[in-house]
């Protein structure tokens, strides 16, 4: 009898397939255990040997390499008349994003601008990784570009049309003589939507001049295209005519639009639609007139019983003339004449962004009666690539002005009390949080959600090196001093800022040993400081967590704000007239 199936103490009966997968040996591995049956604990080969949300993942013996079949990937034909499928392609290179053109005349695809077999581009891959860290997009940009290419059903050698950047989502128009397609440069490029013209072989772009970044396209039964785009914090639907490139905006306003979907005929469009004092619900709108109705209405009641604060949004020049969108949103009960406290959000990525929908950790703050700020500084998504990837080896730096600049203007308002302010932010957000209490003691309270306070560490146990070796350009043994004067912690001592830190136990994107660090440093020098740790809670607790969970940190948000930002639970009674 006794305890049965962990190591040490007791071998397991049900053999070899009973033993965890990640406890079994990998695929050449060197060392095994003097007992499989015995040993739980793990063994690990691969760099990705976990990920937030799946958790640990068994080692395969690749390494980094993608799992599945090697092989360039060909186009086959399936014949209807009981030929079967049959080969049409047999090359070293792979054929993707293929379409057929609705006339059957021709099959377009992408493929590597000089149809280099698979394996010499993955050579010529890794050897551009082995460059210097400042090179590498470069060489990356101008070597490794793909084309778009045309090829008869019959076969034959391709044709190819030479379109700038690398083509992605190929559409073809009705009449067969267009193809929309996506393109951009490659890592931390802007993205556009460009028709192509297949008798022509010319192309140009549609969305060249929009200040945003372009979604999904279809095209209309007529020849239009209609096309989803994000606009700073809010999205919309477009009817483009191809020919002039003229762009109405038919679905739209001061609100989040998701999940878009067009009937069979492409008249009608179904959607989901929030706005920042109404949670989601169910729409339908005619694509043709605009003319919309809701479907659903699960939160009327919700809506019924509690006064959703309203909004104000404006915007501002920053650093470089470059226009920042913000918003504040109202304290609950808000009587003029008085002044309440203010709590800055920042938002994570850094590449995400805050919408004009309704967001339930706004509403959490502003219904304890405090102004919610928040903003997109530079670095953010729905305003173009130049803008989203302007902070590339440059967090904390210009984007850290940008929150401050809005922080600047928010605290001109007569009722916005600028002795008492608050700041918090999750992932990106939580690094900046912490970030912003090492250069500043204007904050009164702060907490940080899955926060990074050690950049070198973080690169260690994280679940994405990818993103730093990306946005930090290269490596920390490549950019060794940029990973530390970014990491907060090594400013920690010049923190005075009462913090709260949340993290989660299962979050393999921002690891617990970052919160960790920070609370110790924190403790140290006598900042005062709690440290919440969520049981099975991955890097979404926010807003995939349990529940209770998830209701228990808005409850613990709320009662740092208040504790730190309200006086006796009440905003100020300071007048506007006794402001100097």
Known sequence: GGNRGRGGRGAASQGDSAIPPMARKPPSAITGPLDPRRFDGMHITDTRYKANGRGFVPSTGRGNQPSGDPSPMQIFIDRKDGAGRQALTNTGYSHRSVQVSPDGKWIAFVADRERRSDAEVQALRESIQKLAPGERLTASREQLQSDLFLISPAGGDPVRIEVPGNESNLEWSPDSRMIALRTNYGQFTRTEVRLVDVETRTHRSLTGELRGDPGSFDWLPNGDLLLQATLGGRN?????????????????????????????????????????????????????????????????????????????????????????????????????????????????????????????????????????????????????????????????????????????????????????????????????????????????????????????????????????????????????????????????????????????????????????????????????????????????????????????????????????????????????????
């Open 236 to 580: 919309a639907v477009f009817r483009v005519q191809p020919s002039t490139g003229a762009m109405k905006e038919i679905i739209g306003g001061a609100r989040r639009l998701a999940g878009v979907s067009y009937d069979k005929a492409r008249t009608k469009a179904a959607f989901v639609a929030t706005t920042v004092d109404r949670p989601t619900e169910l729409f339908i709108a005619d694509l043709a007139t605009g003319q919309e109705r809701q479907l659903t209405h699960f939160n009327k009641a919700l809506n019924e019983e509690i006064a959703w604060s309203t909004r104000e949004r404006f915007t501002f020049k920053s650093v470089g003339d470059l226009e920042i969108e913000a918003w504040l949103l109202r304290p609950y009960g808000y009587e003029p004449g008085r002044k309440y406290p203010l709590v800055l959000y920042i938002h994570g990525g850094p590449h995400s962004a805050y919408t004009e929908g309704w967001f339930d950790e706004f509403h959490n703050l502003a219904a304890a009666g405090m102004w919610v700020l928040y903003t997109n500084p530079r670095g953010s998504s729905g305003y173009g690539g130049d803008f989203t990837y302007s902070t590339r080896e440059r967090w904390g730096m210009e984007d850290y002005e940008d929150l401050m600049k809005a922080v600047d203007l928010a605290i001109q308002r007569p009722d916005v009390d600028a002795t008492r302010l608050g700041v918090t932010g999750g992932s990106y957000g939580g690094f900046m949080t912490a970030w912003i209490t090492t250069k500043t003691d204007r904050f009164k309270a702060a907490q940080t959600d899955r926060m990074i306070s050690n950049w070198v560490s973080w690169y260690g146990i994280s679940d994405s090196q990818g993103l730093t070796e990306g946005e930090f350009g290269g490596t920390p043994w490549e950019r060794w001093d940029l990973y530390i004067d970014l990491s907060p912690i090594k400013y920690a001592n010049k923190v005075k800022t009462p913090t709260l830190i949340v993290q989660s136990e299962e979050d393999h994107r921002t690891p617990m040993a970052d919160a960790e660090q920070w609370f110790m440093a924190l403790k140290k020098h006598d900042v005062p400081v709690e440290f919440i740790r969520y049981p099975r809670s991955t890097h979404d607790l926010s807003r995939t967590g349990e529940p209770w969970l998830l209701t228990d940190r808005l409850h613990r948000l709320r009662q740092w704000f208040t504790h730190w930002l309200i006086e006796d639970g009440k905003p100020s009674m300071t007048t506007t007239s006794e402001v100097r």
